[in-house]
């Protein structure tokens, strides 16, 4: 029997509900199809920063590095550890170590939920550079505090880190409807969005039967809200992937639904699933924190992981119990509830 180990990082806030009900859910798939999920869960969160002054151990990664997924629930506590700290000594570390340079993000109303658009027929999978661009971490301050203050971020754009994503764009594209949406924007940027451009043309060729369209950023966020139908993948930077996936989680009907996987396509390290949401301190305390967010990343995980039959069965569950208006809208149901339902749906 197939077996996985899984490293479960629930963080801060609604991470650990959401996690703990993903995992349910996850393992009630598992045992209906057949395998194993084996999981050991690591405290590292803002409240671990706070007694050990780090949000993990110094070898955090490398005790990462031999499971075959992650799944993280939040990470960010801003009462307590500002985020430019959390973050950093967190998410994006993983994300960046185990180049997991693809974070996918897909964009479609579940069945029985009311997205704010007219539109409903949409079906995007948004694809964020994960590791370099404007979140290279390439910069300074220096005369701080001082009136002659400079601050200094400067975005590093690879021919490697460029041509990997929109390769990955272009093959998800071949796999779905053959549309490629390319996000810059050139205009204004002149260096390093011409140079994503010109890489895009030129991988295009290897491409014939991907129709690729090429979309400044202003003007995707304008299409993704009248006319995301017209929309198959779309591939963007990291800081631009980023604000057009909180775009693409209001139109699907908000962050509560929006699932994500930080892959490495090589599978030299493992890849880390999570929801899009964050830790949601305002709402940590009340129960009601929508797990479908963390459930579909789940799903993801076991599509990833080589278990499409389970990853399926999952998203079936969670169709059967949104159209029955289980989950649709923020703060209707208790996180438990949601889950429960699901469950039962699952098995
Ligand atoms: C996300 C989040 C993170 C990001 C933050 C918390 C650093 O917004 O996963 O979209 O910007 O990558
Ligand atoms: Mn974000």
Redesign the pocket.
């Known amino acids: 029997m197939a077996s996985y180990r899984i490293a479960l990082i629930p963080g801060d806030g609604i991470g650990g509900p959401v996690i703990a009900a993903a995992w349910a859910v996850l393992q009630a798939a598992a045992k209906a199809e057949g395998f194993t999920l084996a999981a050991e869960s690591f405290p590292w969160s803002c409240a671990y920063y706070l007694e050990t002054g780090r949000m993990m151990p110094e070898d955090g990664i490398e005790s990462l590095r031999g499971f075959d997924a992650i799944l993280l629930g939040a990470?960010?506590w801003p009462q307590t550890v500002p985020d430019s700290v959390s973050?950093h000594g967190l998410?994006?570390p993983i994300r960046k170590a185990f180049v997991q340079y693809a974070n996918i993000r897909p964009h479609r109303l579940l069945p029985g939920v009311q997205g704010p658009l007219r539109a409903e027929g949409f079906d995007i999978l948004c694809i964020r550079e994960n590791t370099e661009g404007e979140y290279a971490g390439a910069g300074g301050r220096v005369h701080q505090g001082s009136a002659n203050e400079v601050a200094v971020e400067t975005s590093i754009f690879t021919r490697a880190g460029v041509e990997r994503i929109l390769r990955f764009g272009f093959e998800q594209a071949r796999a779905r409807r053959g549309k490629l949406a390319s996000v810059t924007k050139s205009n204004a940027q002149k260096y390093s969005m011409v140079f994503w451009d010109e890489i895009t043309d030129l991988l295009a060729a290897d491409y014939p039967d991907v129709e690729v369209t090429r979309y400044h950023i202003d003007a995707m966020a304008a299409r993704m809200v009248m006319a995301p139908e017209s929309l198959d993948v779309v591939v963007a930077s990291n800081l631009f992937g980023?604000i057009l996936?909180d775009l693409g989680a209001a139109i699907q009907g908000g962050l509560g639904f929006a699932a994500?996987a930080n892959i490495d396509p090589t599978r030299t390290s493992p890849s880390m699933f999570e929801p899009?949401h964050?830790s949601a301190p305002d709402i940590a305390a009340l129960g009601i924190a929508n797990p479908i967010a963390s459930i579909w990343s789940g799903a993801m995980m076991l599509e990833h992981l080589g278990e499409p039959a389970a990853a399926k069965r999952v998203m079936r569950a969670v169709e059967a119990v949104t159209a029955r208006g289980i989950g649709t809208r923020p703060g209707q149901d208790k996180t438990d509830a949601i889950t429960a339902a699901i469950l039962s749906a699952v098995g």
Do not use: I, R
Request: proline content about 0%.
């Open positions: 990470v960010g973050l998410l994006l980023d996936t994500s899009v964050g």
